[in-house]
């Protein structure tokens, strides 16, 4: 791993937004620490500096244009947005500051409770893998859309912006090395964030991403390094990531395009574990030209093209989950007690065992679905335990809203099975994201596994 230190992440607390179609602009800040939801709340509310994650949220106060003056004016409305943070090891020793990597979600993971920023990005890689956890040199800020909202709602790429600067002062942020990254919506964001504030980065490098502005983009970013990553087969994706290449090139601009042969949009897992996409970030800094031995365009796709073991895992894991559970998606699967699928477990015949990625990671199995309005939906799931390695917490939630919470233990699965159904009758008529998740007991000493032999949306 060829990671040196200081990385650097540019995380963002607070915001206040001019609130407003034609003009959006940061005004003033008001911002408060908080612990996010399901974090201990205390009355003094320290400002986090020992290394690893950190679960927190801010308040925006929102403000909007005075039309007869064309001065800002408090609107009243107020925005709250949970962010993780994670401060590398060695942050606590010294006064040195770090750089700062700022990551978007994509559409998937809005909400508050901060679940779905370990499905993918800089957090989630030092959560997987201890070691890679344990040398990265980054500050990572990876702040959660509200619910409702998009990256790209009016605002928000302002309210971020104005995020990473209250960061920058609560935190020791090497300002000329912050970067930005994210992917589908979040690759989008990252343009959006960059354009509001290109002051404040180095480098983005925005993966999966539509086109955003080129012409406008080509010129405000002109002094940022770019990176931009997109699958090949990613149909009009590709297509506007190689219109953006094109004319920052026109511009006299620094931007590189790297297309994965042969894959489609979900390309993020192929970059986000790896230490050369985050070696190409560091060697930019603000204002100055990119260091000599930066990676080069057939570098880069090498980066995406190579996989480690950990990855070949990875990968086997999924392709066994996709022939047990099709058009869901397997993540954060932990390697206790050997999941993966069995032809026969206990009394039954087709299970696929999962294990959460740590006691405060669960695994999730998510799946995004049309239901159809005037009919009864239901998730009707046959789900077991293994009574020698005890007992674990099933929840399902539904656009991340939590709407069956149960304990799979002696009490509720005497005989080993137990068969559930979960009503999605009040979606009905909507497109769900549905994560139904692994957990580890609070109180466990063990990770426990959850075995699953029916998993099904079923219509009445």
Not at 176 to 205: K, N, Q
Not at 431 to 458: C, F, K, Q
């Amino acid at each position: 791993m060829r990671l040196t230190r200081p990385w650097i992440v540019t995380v963002a607390v607070g915001v206040a937004l001019a609130w407003g179609v034609a003009d959006l602009r940061a005004q003033g800040v008001s911002t408060w620490l908080e612990p996010a939801p399901g974090q201990p709340v205390g009355a003094s509310r320290p400002l986090p500096t020992t290394p690893g994650h950190h679960k927190l949220q801010f308040e925006v106060a929102l403000t909007g244009q005075n039309a007869p003056n064309n001065q800002p004016k408090p609107t009243g409305d107020k925005l709250k947005m949970s962010y993780e943070l994670f401060l590398p090891v060695g942050y606590d020793k010294g006064n040195t500051t770090w750089p700062m990597i700022v990551f978007l979600h994509g559409c998937g993971e809005v909400g508050s409770d901060l679940g779905g920023i370990m499905y993918a990005g800089p957090s989630a890689e030092t959560t997987r893998n201890a070691k890679f956890g344990a040398q990265f040199p980054c500050i990572v800020l990876s702040p959660q859309c509200p619910a409702g909202k998009r990256w790209d709602t009016p605002g928000m790429a302002q309210a971020v912006a104005a995020l990473i600067r209250d960061a920058e002062a609560r935190w020791r942020v090497d300002r000329d090395r912050v970067y930005g990254t994210g992917l589908s919506m979040g690759g989008e964001g990252t343009w959006l964030v960059a354009l509001a504030a290109p002051e404040l980065f180095a480098a983005i490098a925005p993966i999966s991403a539509i086109a955003v502005e080129p012409e406008v983009a080509a010129k405000k970013l002109k002094g940022v390094a770019i990176w931009i990553i997109i699958g090949a087969e990613d149909g009009g994706f590709a297509e506007g990531s190689r219109r953006m290449v094109k004319v920052f090139a026109q511009a006299g601009g620094d931007a590189t395009l790297t297309e994965v042969p042969g894959e489609g949009h979900f390309v993020w897992p192929r970059f986000y574990p790896k230490p050369g996409f985050y070696n190409w970030l560091l060697a930019n800094r603000r204002g100055q030209p990119p260091a000599a031995d930066r990676l080069q365009p057939a570098q880069l796709l090498a980066v995406g093209m190579t996989d480690t073991p950990d990855m070949q895992a990875i990968a086997q894991l999924s392709n066994e989950f996709k022939q047990f559970l099709p058009y869901w998606f397997l993540l954060n699967c932990g390697r206790e007690n050997q999941p993966g699928f069995k032809p026969q477990f206990s009394g039954r015949t087709g299970v696929f065992v999962t294990s959460p990625l740590s006691k405060d990671v669960p695994c999730a199995l998510q799946i995004t679905q049309a239901l159809p309005a005037g009919r009864k939906a239901t998730l009707h799931m046959l789900v077991g335990r293994d009574p020698a390695k005890g007992a674990w917490r099933l929840t399902v939630r539904a656009d991340s809203k939590d709407i069956f919470n149960q304990a799979i233990d002696a009490t509720t699965c005497p005989k080993g099975w137990t068969d559930l159904s979960v009503d999605l009758s009040p979606y009905a008529g909507q497109t769900v994201r549905l994560d139904v998740l692994d957990h580890a007991p609070a109180d466990a000493g063990a990770i426990a596994s959850a075995y699953w032999n029916r998993v099904t949306i079923e219509y009445h």
